[in-house]
Nanobody, 116 residues
């Protein structure tokens, strides 16, 4: 089992920045991919960015150049630095991890609201 605790959401003006954190505990030796998804009201949950244990990253086109995902394997934590935020980035952001045994776990979600 893996437990995830997210932090860092909040309200920010358009053009501002936020940094999300997600700390994993439990069966952390088996973590493979760590990532962030988001879900806006009335929309499907979508991938924002993810990162492998080796550091390979993947981003949604809508956030490329503005968001940066990083990972501290020693702290079992994944971060999402969000810059140049837009109102359309408003959503609940969820942390997700996939273990080497192909099991996935989700965090509880953290609200990000970008005011225009």
């Amino acid at each position: 089992q893996v437990q995830l605790v997210e932090s860092g959401g909040g309200l920010v003006q358009a053009g501002g920045s936020l940094r999300l954190s997600c700390a994993a505990s439990g069966s952390i030796f088996s973590l493979n991919v760590m990532g962030w998804y988001r879900q806006a009201p009335g929309k499907q949950r979508e991938l924002v960015a993810d990162i492998t244990k080796g550091g390979s990253t993947n981003y949604a086109d809508s956030v490329k150049g503005r968001f940066t995902i990083s990972r501290d394997n020693a702290k079992n934590t994944v971060y999402l630095q969000m810059n140049a935020l837009k109102p359309e980035d408003t959503a609940v952001y969820y942390c997700k991890v996939i273990t080497f045994s192909a099991r996935d776990y989700w965090g509880q979600g953290t609200q990000v609201t970008v005011a225009s």
